[in-house]
């Protein structure tokens, strides 16, 4: 490293420590809520039916890669949120964010994240912006129920929790997300501008959306967080919640519509309209067996619409979407043994093309998600043209410490079509997923992901991780086909 990363890397270490004294100050201090200002449950103010909270963010985040490139590097990430959040009578929520976001010390050797953070922030060694990240009014119309309208994140599939903590991870890391995400890893994530809504139907939730997504996920400048004109889509997503229609198991179905009418000469990527329609359904569940248990992930869609791509000798021609995406997981747990051991066994599939010069297109498309929590952490891969299978083993060998073991065995589901990358619309000039050659092969590779979590306390979290990308023939022209990526990150939530 060179001097001036070693004074970063020693500032970030005096940046930890520092929060951690405020972190246990602010617990040491804590005290109940009432009328006036208040530490607990969250900083801010009360006055009768009015309340003022101020949640504050803060994220470190260090990372170094190595992806097919002949040397390694790092940069920080340093991200920081902070709100006002007015509430009167659980009627009336008022909600604003402001999002301060950085990336140093990038290189012009940087690849990887690191490459696209430069690449898409002008080239710039340490990009940073302040930017409004969330703006809404919320009406709460009856318990559980509220309409939205402005500026927030939508996370599909996240609208029903439980408390149980293989539960949550079920829904937040396996389920959730796969089309519509905020890519909330990455250091500028994506908000959307529009309407949402949440409205609870007895014991069973529909979540309904139509927005416009913004600028973000890794860019970081002054042009994050502004509005992607020409790119619209909604949907709704029902839920039934576990024990509502079938024991220790949760329903649901989804519709999204997605549309992109940006100018083709100026978008990276895009040939012409999209207007691609998915329906799909999951069934999640986890039941006793033995002295364990065993959980279940069962999600498809099927796609329809037009979408304009450029054929190998036809040119550009509007295609007729059709396809589908399949995931199916099943896990076994034993709470009652050492590490608490979870292993657990799945398959990802997305459908891929294997003629690019007909009428149909078969790739299915993958909107806008959060691809970094299912297909390796390594980002290399959209759920586009894809087959993953899986093996993952979970523990927890002390207290709150988690360990997360993941290998994937990846393959293109057709060679006639490309190796998909990306995680849907990010700027104003980039369709959001690139497409590489497949080289004749679906040999993709296998991958390694190792994930250590601890939550030191409810505000303070530290997690780390090492993945490796072993390239197949997929990157037969690749002069290192591999992929080394490690991270270290502290973030604070108060």
């Known amino acids: 490293m060179t001097g001036q990363r070693s004074r970063l890397g020693n500032g970030a270490h005096i940046a930890a420590a520092l929060l951690l004294a405020l972190s246990t100050a602010i617990q040491s201090t804590a005290r109940a809520a009432q009328d006036g200002f208040h530490a607990q449950p969250g900083l801010g103010f009360t006055k009768g039916d009015h309340q003022v909270l101020v949640p504050i963010e803060f994220r470190y985040r260090w990372e170094n890669w190595q992806a097919f490139a002949p040397e390694s590097s790092d940069f920080h990430g340093i991200r920081t949120r902070v709100a006002l959040d007015y509430r009167f009578k659980d009627k009336l929520r008022l909600f604003a964010q402001a999002q301060q976001s950085a990336v140093v010390g990038l290189s012009a050797t940087a690849s990887g994240v690191g490459g696209l953070y430069r690449s898409n922030n002008g080239n710039q060694d340490n990009p940073s912006s302040v930017r409004p990240s969330q703006i809404f009014a919320q009406f709460d119309a009856a318990q559980g129920s509220w309409i939205r309208a402005g500026r927030s994140y939508i996370n599909m599939g996240t609208e029903v929790g439980y408390k149980e903590a293989n539960w949550q991870y079920l829904k937040s890391k396996r389920q959730a997300q796969r089309l519509v995400g905020s890519v909330g890893w990455s250091n500028g994530a994506r908000s959307n501008d529009g309407l949402a809504s949440r409205v609870a139907i007895g014991r069973q939730v529909l979540h309904v959306f139509l927005a416009q997504p913004t600028t973000g996920v890794v860019v970081v400048d002054n042009e994050a967080y502004k509005s992607n004109d020409g790119i619209l889509f909604g949907g709704l997503d029902w839920t039934a919640p576990r024990g509502v229609l079938l024991d220790n198991t949760e329903l649901g179905a989804f519709f999204i519509g997605y549309s992109d009418t940006r100018d083709p000469a100026e978008v990276a990527g895009l040939f012409g309209d999209i207007e691609v329609y998915t329906l799909g359904g999951s069934m999640l569940g986890v039941y006793p067996v033995g002295k364990g248990r065993v959980d279940t992930l069962l999600w498809g869609a099927f796609q329809f619409g037009e979408y304009a791509d450029q054929g190998p000798t036809t040119g550009v021609q509007n295609r007729d979407q059709l396809a589908g995406a399949l995931v199916a997981e099943i896990g076994y747990q034993r709470t009652d043994l050492w590490a608490k051991p979870w292993l657990r066994l799945g398959v990802n599939w997305a459908s891929g093309d294997g003629n690019l010069d007909d009428e149909d297109r078969n790739t299915f498309f993958n909107a806008l998600p959060t691809n970094h929590l299912y297909y390796g952490y390594a980002d290399q891969l ?113």
């Open 382 to 494: 959209a759920f586009q043209n894809l087959t993953d299978l899986l093996l993952q083993l979970k523990l927890t060998p002390m207290d709150k410490l988690g360990v997360e073991i993941t290998y994937h065995r990846f393959w293109l589901d057709d060679s006639a079509d490309f190796r998909w990358a990306g995680t849907g619309a990010f700027s104003r000039t980039n369709l959001g997923f690139a497409r590489g050659a497949s080289n004749g092969s679906t040999d993709v590779g296998q991958e390694l992901d190792i994930l250590v979590t601890y939550p030191v306390n409810q505000w303070l979290s530290v997690l780390g991780g090492y993945s490796k990308l072993w390239g197949g023939d997929v990157f037969a022209t690749t002069p290192n086909s591999d992929v080394d990526f490690a991270y270290l990150q502290l973030q604070i939530k108060y």
